[in-house]
């Protein structure tokens, strides 16, 4: 099976930029896309194919991969952007992965 | 583009329940649809995949067996049937579309709809 590692909980200054990181085996090796999923609502993709925004995304939103780890970077986070998000593969293996999730505070 | 579920409800450990996704403000038959469910307080957890043309079908683990997806191009819908269902099966059940991309990626996501399994 596949497996992505997400730290639990990412806290963040209004402004600041917040780094989430998604850490698995040969992962710069696959695309990697992001969801946000703010409380009570469905998710939002964010970022696809690794690092590009579906349109609407605003541009504070980016993302990278390279190695084991994919890093969704928020810059000059808002205190809209608090919310819970989860990065997803594909692996022949088990099919679509998604990891366990952060939960991005900002205050 | 709107996908809106509807089938959850409360159903005891063993029985059975057909859930349907009915997609509107796109071509649907160009499309791949997915289900994933969310259970209460937890993480995202993929369960199926169905090609546009119906003729590439993927579960996950936990469902493999269990679960079955199928779409209906007349009725712009797709559908999961579960079986054998038991009390962990609980959870917030959502269709999604997956993008036109190279990766994965599941541009358009239902409310869900809520599952309960209990007796």
């Known amino acids: 099976s596949y497996e992505l590692t997400q730290a639990p909980a990412v806290s963040v200054a209004p402004g600041q930029t917040a780094s989430i990181t998604c850490s698995g085996d040969?992962?710069?090796?696959?695309?990697v896309c992001w969801y946000q999923q703010k409380a009570g609502q469905s998710p939002l993709l964010v970022i696809y194919?690794?690092?590009k925004r579906p349109s609407g995304i605003p541009d504070r939103f980016s993302g990278s991969n390279s190695g084991n780890t994919a890093t969704l970077t928020i810059s000059g986070t808002r205190t809209t952007d608090e919310a819970d998000y989860y990065c997803?593969?594909?692996?022949?293996?088990?099919?679509?992965?998604f990891g366990g999730g952060t939960k991005v505070t900002v205050l | 583009v709107q996908l809106v579920e509807s089938g959850g409800g409360l159903v005891q450990p063993g029985g059975s329940l057909r859930l349907s996704c009915e997609a509107s403000?796109?071509?649907?038959?160009?499309?791949?649809m997915k289900w994933v469910r969310q259970a209460p307080g937890k993480g995202l957890e993929w369960l199926s995949h169905?090609?546009?043309?119906?003729?590439?079908?993927y579960y996950g683990d936990s469902v493999k067996g269990r679960f079955t997806t199928s779409r209906d191009t007349v009725r712009n819908s797709v559908y999961l049937q579960m079986n054998s269902l038991r009390p962990g099966d609980t959870a917030l059940y959502y269709c999604?579309?997956?993008?036109?991309?190279?990766?994965?990626?599941?541009?358009?996501w239902g409310q869900g709809t809520l599952v309960t399994v209990s007796s």
């Open positions: 997803q593969v594909w692996d022949s293996g088990p099919g679509y992965v």
């Open positions: 040969k992962l710069g090796r696959k695309y």
């Open positions: 403000g796109f071509t649907f038959n160009s499309y791949s």
């Open positions: 999604a579309r997956g993008k036109l991309s190279e990766g994965p990626g599941f541009d358009y």
């Open positions: 194919e690794s690092t």
């Open positions: 169905i090609s546009s043309d119906s003729k590439t079908i």
